[in-house]
């Protein structure tokens, strides 16, 4: 699957994606001159709000889609405290000087291997930084997936909505503690129609479309969105809280 985004409609309907994000931010405890990781920055409308919070302190902006980092880049008019990184969480990074702290927001599960993803996070953080982040949990968008199979996709797409055991496990194993995990259900109701269907073919079904031929994808799209008892996506989100040991 292509690493690009539509970032430009993203940013206009990823209301829920930065909500979750500024709740999530709460949980991150700073001083205000660190140095943090944004890992999945997007279109970086919860990266401002991180910002804020270090006055004299610095971001590194992370995301795989150039879309979404020239899209950030144009949100936060050059603030001299972010910089931004093309880069895949999936491989090695290369940030310069360590990490105080990483924060992630709607962005671990577009990451296959959680082994190399908590090993290249763990790699970047000075001892006794903190991650915290939420993504896809095991079950996500469950009813947007049985729609999908029986509009004749029967396909996961490239996600991975992982299990808490399985989580903790993997971010010990790749020399994290403190490790807390735990999901949370977040259903969100949509406007039925275009609204709806946007989202789906921006987000959800992104991964499943990019499979199809291009004169295919708005009729699986409305099918989708037609068979959903209700305009409402069940997200389940999986939060972590760690400390590089």
Known sequence: MTSEWDAETYDRISDPMARWGAKVLERLPLEGDERVVDAGCGTG???????????????VAVDRSRQMIEKARANLRGNPRVEFLVADLGRPLDIGEPADAVFSNATFHWVLD???????????MRPGAKLVAQCGAEG???????????A????????????????????????????LVWTTEEPTR?????????????????????????????AFV??????????VIEYVRLNIVARRS
């Open 45 to 59: 409308r919860v990266t401002a709000l991180l910002a804020e919070r270090l006055p004299r302190g610095s971001v």
């Open 222 to 231: 409305h099918e989708v969105a037609t068979r959903l008892p209700e305009p």
């Open 114 to 124: 959680h082994d190399a993803l908590f090993a290249n996070l763990a790699a970047v």
């Open 190 to 218: 949509f406007e039925p129609g275009e609204a709806l269907e946007t989202f789906l073919a921006t987000v959800v079904l992104r991964a499943h479309l990019a499979r199809m031929p291009r004169g295919e994808r708005a």
């Open 140 to 150: 996500n968008v469950a009813n947007v997936m049985r729609a999908a199979r029986e």
């Open 152 to 179: 004749g996709d029967d396909s996961e797409g490239a996600v991975h909505f992982a299990s808490i055991d399985d989580t903790a496990a993997r971010l010990e194993a790749a020399g994290f503690e403190d490790v």
